[in-house]
T-cell receptor
Framework: GAVVSQHPSRVICKSGTSVKIECRSLDFQATTMFWYRQFPKQSLMLMATSNEGSKATYEQGVEKDKFLINHASLTLSTLTVTSAHPEDSSFYIC???????????FGSGTRLTVV | DAKTTQPTSMDCAEGRAANLPCNHSTISGNEYVYWYRQIHSQGPQYIIHGLKNNETNEMASLIITEDRKSSTLILPHATLRDTAVYYCIVSGSSNTGKLIFGQGTTLQVKP
């Protein structure tokens, strides 16, 4: 139980375009979701916390106008990378607090490459 | 900032127990210790978590010291598929508690 489905798994886009990443909780309601970014050979860096029906809370140094987060329902959160540039190429991962005994579950990640 | 300290890397022979240490000397009374692992290019996988008692599940055991300032994750019979980066994280039990990842321990299980 407590599966988080993340799509797409891989995306290549041209510089200057926008990319949307979806994260869905399949068998539970996720009032809170988290978005992470991971560069090669580095750890996960928390970008923002999204709460259903309210504005996301961004970590220090994360550009909220560049990384748009929407959490309009209890089962869906989206991250849109706007006007993507090559330096935005990274592995993006979502996570949800499940309410189950193990607390948190993660999506499988999205590999974004901006060319 | 991460609140935990882990060795950068460890090796373990296949079939032997892997003992991964973690220091969390500033842990608060209501913070849990979580262990996750990440296999290359995948999302982190939950292993185990605990508050102050030792815990065991089908994957691993978690030993937490009495003062809660450190813990050890034990994989009883490591296999090659256990090669991964293991993250020890402390987090509050509130509904909006964040998981802040440190650098983790890269465990290499060798034949």
């Amino acid at each position: 139980g407590a599966v988080v489905s993340q799509h797409p798994s891989r995306v290549i886009c041209k510089s200057g375009t926008s990319v949307k990443i979806e994260c869905r909780s399949l068998d539970f309601q996720a009032t809170t979701m988290f978005w992470y970014r991971q560069f090669p050979k580095q750890s996960l860096m928390l970008m923002a916390t999204s709460n259903e029906g309210s504005k996301a809370t961004y970590e220090q140094g994360v550009e909220k106008d560049k990384f748009l987060i929407n959490h309009a329902s209890l089962t869906l959160s989206t991250l849109t990378v706007t006007s993507a540039h090559p330096e935005d190429s990274s592995f993006y991962i979502c996570s949800a607090r499940t309410g189950a005994s193990y607390g948190y579950t993660f999506g499988s990640g999205t590999r974004l490459t901006v060319v | 900032d991460a609140k935990t300290t882990q060795p950068t890397s460890m090796d373990c022979a296949e079939g032997r127990a892997a003992n991964l240490p973690c220091n969390h000397s500033t842990i608060s009374g209501n913070e849990y210790v979580y262990w996750y692992r990440q296999i290359h290019s995948q999302g982190p996988q939950y292993i185990i978590h605990g508050l102050k008692n030792n815990e065991t599940n089908e994957m691993a055991s978690l030993i937490i010291t009495e003062d809660r300032k450190s813990s050890t994750l034990i994989l009883p019979h490591a296999t090659l598929r256990d090669t991964a980066v293991y993250y020890c994280i402390v987090s509050g039990s509130s509904n909006t508690g964040k998981l802040i990842f440190g650098q983790g321990t890269t465990l290499q299980v060798k034949p």
